[in-house]
């Protein structure tokens, strides 16, 4: 049974920082494509930033030399070091595994809250 468990959210004021976790049981981290995905009040979910197999890592525009995705394949966890916090950041995080080779399958984890106050 596949598992995406994320922590590390909370209340930050703008400018701040913080490190969100998504701990996978049931996959690994290291050969699927892992993702960080947000969903803001009245928003569309978009993707994040994201880390395939072979490490590299993409990001959305507007966390570009803000956020960081990395992955620790020991633990099975992979994270997002978020910097720079702006109030236009506050959103539920959600941690995604795209199963490879992709025919479709992806887990969800349940989310974690961000807010970034002003």
């Known amino acids: 049974q596949v598992q995406l468990v994320e922590s590390g959210g909370g209340l930050v004021q703008a400018g701040g920082s913080l490190r969100l976790s998504c701990a996978a049981s049931?996959?690994?981290?290291?050969?699927?494509?892992m993702g960080w995905y947000r969903q803001a009040p009245g928003k569309q979910r978009e993707l994040v930033a994201n880390i395939i197999s072979r490490g590299s890592t993409n990001y959305v525009d507007s966390v570009k030399g803000r956020f960081i995705i990395s992955r620790d394949n020991a633990k099975n966890t992979v994270y997002l070091q978020m910097s720079s916090l702006k109030p236009e950041d506050t959103a539920v995080y959600y941690c995604?595994?795209?199963?490879?080779?992709?025919?479709?399958?992806?887990?969800w984890g349940k989310g974690t809250l961000v807010t970034v106050s002003s």
């Open positions: 995604n595994v795209k199963v490879l080779p992709y025919y479709g399958v992806d887990y």
């Open positions: 049931g996959i690994s981290v290291s050969i699927n494509t």
